[in-house]
């Protein structure tokens, strides 16, 4: 088989162009643009069997960054697979604002959290873009810290790693930010299914999808020092409920940040100590 029978192979299972070429690239281990000017090259057997299980699997709707190994976040190329979320854009909006909160600080060395750290790409880009931050990542899973430990250790960005649920490996430790992109979709939103690949822990708290942010929330005062700011990813049509949760928390100077498609995506407050 060659590259460019290779590719209409990928077509004709619906694949979109650019993830075909991204997955035989990689199987060939060439540039994307290497394939433009040798679509007559041959694959190897075993490269067109590989090429032909990794079209399928992404058919079946398995994330491109689990087939590549990696996904790019806030400027960092991050590993990732299976055992944690594929970094999104809009999570971008998360690390945003949490560098902007800790230049408003200005904090010599200010002591950061990020609760739910996946594949560590909150915890990393703000460590890489504010490198006098001392980040503390923490997630409920040792799979999950695996792949952030290996981000970190890969990209020279130090980071203490936590293992717990939430708050609980943190006793006694106070911070100048906490942020998190918790599971908050609603466990009957039929979106799921297109995620089945992805763990679901790190997607839903089931009910209403509100059970983590507001186990964040109830225990994040004892872990803020006085105007020490909670950040947290949620649902575009959770805002308002957020809002409400952090108010009723006692956080002050409570607001809401917009993703790169102008929908509500993150909100947070300050404690007033």
């Known amino acids: 088989m060659r590259v460019a029978a290779a590719l209409a192979q990928a077509r004709a299972l619906g694949l979109d162009r650019l993830d075909a070429q991204l997955l035989l690239a990689r199987v060939l281990q060439q540039p ?3 394939l433009l000017a040798h679509d007559d090259a041959a694959l190897s057997d075993a490269q067109a069997t590989r090429f032909a299980a990794d079209c399928r699997a992404r058919a079946d709707g398995m994330p491109l960054a689990y087939l590549l190994g990696e996904r790019e976040f806030h400027g960092l190329m991050l590993q990732v697979g299976p055992a944690v979320l594929v970094p999104r854009p809009d999570t971008e909006t998360l690390v945003d604002w949490a560098l902007e909160v800790l230049a408003a600080l200005a904090v010599p060395a200010p002591q950061v ?6 594949s560590g790409a909150v915890a990393l880009a703000i460590r890489h873009r504010h490198p006098a931050a001392q980040v503390t990542a923490v997630d409920c899973s040792a799979e999950a810290l695996a792949v952030a430990a290996a981000n970190a250790h890969r990209l020279g960005l130090p980071l203490t790693l936590r293992q717990g649920d939430w708050w609980q490996p943190l006793a006694g430790a106070r911070f100048h930010l906490v942020a998190s992109n918790p599971p908050y979709i609603a466990g ?11 763990p679901r822990l790190a997607l839903t708290p089931e009910g209403d999808g509100l059970a983590a942010l507001a186990q964040i929330m109830r225990g994040a005062p004892a872990h803020l020092h006085a105007g ?15 809002r409400r949760l952090l108010g009723e928390a006692g956080f002050a100077a409570v607001q809401t940040r917009h993703d790169l498609a102008g929908r509500p995506r993150c909100s947070g407050g300050a404690w007033p100590g």
């Open 32 to 34: 994307r643009t290497w």
């Open 188 to 198: 009957d939103d039929p979106h799921l299914a297109a995620l089945r690949h992805e």
């Open 113 to 118: 959290a990020d609760l739910g750290t996946g």
């Open 228 to 242: 020490g700011w909670l950040l947290l990813e949620h649902g575009f049509e959770q805002a308002e409920a957020v």
